[in-house]
T-cell receptor, first 112, second 112 residues
Framework: GQNIDQPTEMTATEGAIVQINCTYQ??????LFWYQQHAGEAPTFLSY????GLEEKGRFSSFLSRSKGYSYLLLKELQMKDSASYLC?????????????FGTGTLLAVQP | DTAVSQTPKYLVTQMGNDKSIKCEQN?????MYWYKQDSKKFLKIMFS???????INETVPNRFSPKSPDKAHLNLHINSLELGDSAVYFC???????????FGSGTRLTVV
């Protein structure tokens, strides 16, 4: 089966750091993605991890541990515009191809 | 330049009607997808096409019929619409099976 878990909601303060966790159990693994989705908009790509470790990209970093089936997205120096849903997604084998399987998303509210 | 474009953005229709959603990508990607996002914001894959060939069909009712006239277009036709079909439908594309997806802006379908 395919299972991807994230907290439903989180709240953080402007300027702070927040870590959004994701655990997964999937039939196969070909990488993990993080997407950001503002209300009423399309998901947009944030990061991709396929090897263990930390990938840093500006204010955003993503970590992966394949042995633990665990990832996190770290957002630093939070800004109001970071209020959005953050979607963890695993690229898993799907028959003749791969498919991106999404978690339920974490709604992050950044407060002044 | 819009990379993945969907039309219409909003669609309100009565139960039992037949409707189509169109998707076009100008990224030169080989693979296109349809995802459904329900009221709980859960994104679930429906179909995937690679170079006009159907490669993923995720146990979607056969009232839903995708059509890909060429690799830049993937349309979704829905027959006999039901209340439960109300959702946001996202089209996406990717350059290959191990790459992230670029999403369209979504079509909000409301069945009344």
């Amino acid at each position: 089966g395919q299972n991807i878990d994230q907290p439903t909601e989180m709240t953080a303060t402007e300027g702070a750091i927040v870590q959004i966790n994701c655990t997964y159990q999937t039939s196969g693994f070909n990488g993990l993605f993080w997407y950001q989705q503002h209300a009423g908009e399309a998901p947009t790509f944030l990061s991709y991890n396929v090897l263990d470790g930390l990938e840093e990209k500006g204010r955003f970093s993503s970590f992966l541990s394949r042995s633990k089936g665990y990832s996190y997205l770290l957002l630093k120096e939070l800004q109001m515009k970071d209020s959005a849903s953050y979607l963890c997604a695993v690229l898993a084998p799907g028959g003749a191809t791969n498919k991106l399987i999404f978690g339920t998303g974490t709604l992050l509210a950044v407060q002044p | 330049d819009t990379a993945v474009s969907q039309t219409p953005k909003y669609l309100v229709t009565q139960m039992g009607n037949d409707k189509s959603i169109k998707c076009e990508q100008n990224l030169g990607h080989d693979t296109m997808y349809w995802y459904k996002q329900d009221s709980k914001k859960f994104l679930k894959i429906m179909f995937s096409y690679n170079n006009k060939e159907l490669i993923i069909n995720e146990t979607v009712p056969n009232r839903f019929s995708p059509k890909s006239p060429d690799k830049a277009h993937l349309n979704l036709h829905i027959n006999s619409l039901e209340l439960g079909d109300s959702a946001v439908y996202f089209c996406a594309s990717s350059p290959g099976q191990a790459w992230g997806y670029t999403f369209g802006s979504g079509t909000r379908l409301t069945v009344v």
